[in-house]
């Protein structure tokens, strides 16, 4: 079966710029492709930070209440070592 647009070019009547569109078309469907999978890459590093982040804060959290509980536990066994 043939579409209507081998039917038009078997009979030659196809307009001048046809052969432009169809040299264009792979080209913009690329950039089209390579732009959305930009945005989705950079939408997942983002996120992925976020993550890293939060992570992070969660580290320094535990850090400084193991510190603190550190200093706490000194301190009180110096105030009964003092007594």
Same mark, same amino acid.
């Given at each position: 079966?043939?579409? *209507?647009?081998?039917?038009?070019?078997?009979?030659?009547?196809?307009? *001048? *710029?046809?052969? %432009?569109?169809r040299?264009?078309?792979?080209?913009?469907?690329?950039? %089209?492709?390579?732009?959305?999978?930009?945005?989705?890459?950079?939408?997942?590093?983002?996120?992925?930070?976020? %993550?890293?982040?939060?992570?992070?804060?969660h580290?320094r %959290?535990?850090r400084?209440?193991?510190?603190?509980? *550190?200093?706490?536990?000194?301190?009180?066994?110096?105030?009964?070592?003092?007594?």
């Amino acid at each position: 079966m043939t579409t *209507w647009i081998q039917s038009v070019a078997s009979l030659g009547v196809l307009p *001048w *710029w046809w052969e %432009i569109v169809r040299s264009v078309l792979p080209g913009l469907f690329a950039l %089209i492709g390579a732009a959305g999978g930009g945005i989705f890459a950079l939408r997942r590093y983002k996120g992925e930070r976020a %993550i890293d982040r939060r992570l992070d804060w969660h580290e320094r %959290i535990c850090r400084a209440l193991y510190k603190l509980r *550190w200093h706490l536990e000194v301190s009180l066994s110096l105030g009964r070592a003092s007594s």
